[in-house]
């Protein structure tokens, strides 16, 4: 078979390991693929893609980003926010797909999170046979316990936890750790847990100011000299605004770049208690997704590249590969990015931290 293999949306450290194991499990087959590059673009005109045999994959698994290049906006963009869809020009759709049988692939594997995904259903409608792999640093995919990426991601934040307590000691600080995490919060939750945060914000559970600081006046009155608080980017307030890099009507056909509520709630605090509290931000950023993957994230890539090349070979088409109680099942592509995976606040990790003190906001 021909098959082509395409990522999309933000890069995720793993992302290498899942292309090489794709083709390394098939090349031996005598299949051949393509990558596409830039994600969707590459699938539309003017096409960007290149021969991935043995020799292109050679070496790259423990290698961070993509080699195939991706994008997280542009003609493809099928979701705009934790419900929103797009749907995608049927002209672009069908350039897409008439593309695809010009180059002769058989069969599409698309390694995405529910934006891409979302696109990719949107395509298999056409007819066009699809093969899904979940990927996104924020695990929010309801129909796989695990994403890869997320893993790794949860490391850095909490070397970044640890590395920020000693700091804010030295000083007598309150320092806000800012995370990713658009709408669900396991990023901030699990780097929380695993690095000592004193308070942990996650947009599934907002936040009252006025309980923010007496949460940090109790432990300043109790003998405490810092406080280690972690956000996630999407978290809010009771009042319930989005904290936005760039103004919302600019972004109406994108997801919204977040960024800044840590900032926020320092300037907020301040407001309400000036002077009392020595207050500092770190924003960490890209720096999550970036770099070499851990062990767990490379083993669960490697595990979803060999499914997903089984599943296009089986004519497994408009499913996605999962992983469910550690093993492999096929979930429609339509039931996978339906729903979100959300924080909810009686999760095992939620009161495992509040039964150690840990303080959400409210
Ligand atoms: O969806 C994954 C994610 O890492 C989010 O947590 C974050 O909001 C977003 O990507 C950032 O994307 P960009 O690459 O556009 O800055």
Not at 71 to 95: M, S, T, Y
Not at 324 to 347: F, H, N, S, W, Y
């Amino acid at each position: 078979m021909k098959i082509g293999i395409l990522n999309g949306g933000g890069d995720v450290q793993p992302l290498n390991a899942v292309i090489s194991s794709i083709v390394k499990s098939g090349v031996h087959d005598g299949h051949e693929f393509i990558g596409f590059e830039k994600g969707w673009e590459g699938v539309l005109s003017p096409m960007l893609y290149r021969t991935l045999d043995q020799k292109a994959v050679r070496g790259i698994s423990h290698v961070g980003g993509t080699i195939l290049g991706t994008v997280n906006k542009g003609r493809f963009a099928a979701k705009v926010g934790a419900g929103d869809k797009n749907k995608i020009d049927d002209e672009i759709l069908n350039q897409a797909k008439a593309n695809l049988e010009k180059v002769g692939v058989e069969a599409l594997i698309v390694i995405g999170g529910d934006g891409t995904l979302s696109g990719a259903l949107q395509l298999a409608d056409k007819g066009v046979n699809i093969v899904g792999v979940p990927k996104t640093i924020d695990n929010d995919l309801k129909s796989t316990d695990k994403t890869f990426g997320f893993s790794t991601a949860v490391d850095i934040a909490t070397e970044a936890l640890d590395r920020t307590h000693t700091t804010a000691t030295s000083h007598d600080r309150v320092i806000f750790v800012e995370v990713m995490g658009r709408h669900a919060g396991w990023i901030a939750l699990n780097s929380g847990l695993a690095g000592g945060a004193d308070m942990i914000l996650l947009p599934e559970m907002p936040f009252d100011y006025k309980k923010i600081v007496e949460f940090l006046r109790m432990r300043k009155e109790t003998g405490y000299r810092s406080s280690v608080v972690v956000v996630a980017e999407g978290a809010t307030s009771k009042e319930g605004f989005f904290v936005t890099l760039e103004p919302a009507e600019s972004t109406q056909k994108q997801e919204i770049k977040l960024g800044g509520i840590s900032n926020t709630i320092i300037h907020n605090i301040e407001k309400m208690a000036p002077g009392e509290f020595e207050l500092r931000n770190t924003v960490l950023g890209h720096v999550q997704r970036g770099g070499t993957p851990n062990s767990e994230d490379r083993i669960l890539a490697k595990q979803y590249g060999v499914a997903a090349m089984e599943a296009a070979v089986n004519g497994d088409y408009g499913k996605m590969v999962s992983i469910r109680d550690g093993k492999i099942v096929l979930v429609p592509i339509a039931e996978a990015v339906a729903q979100l995976k959300l924080v909810t606040p009686d999760c095992l990790e939620v009161h495992t931290a509040k039964r150690i003190g840990v303080f959400f906001g409210s």
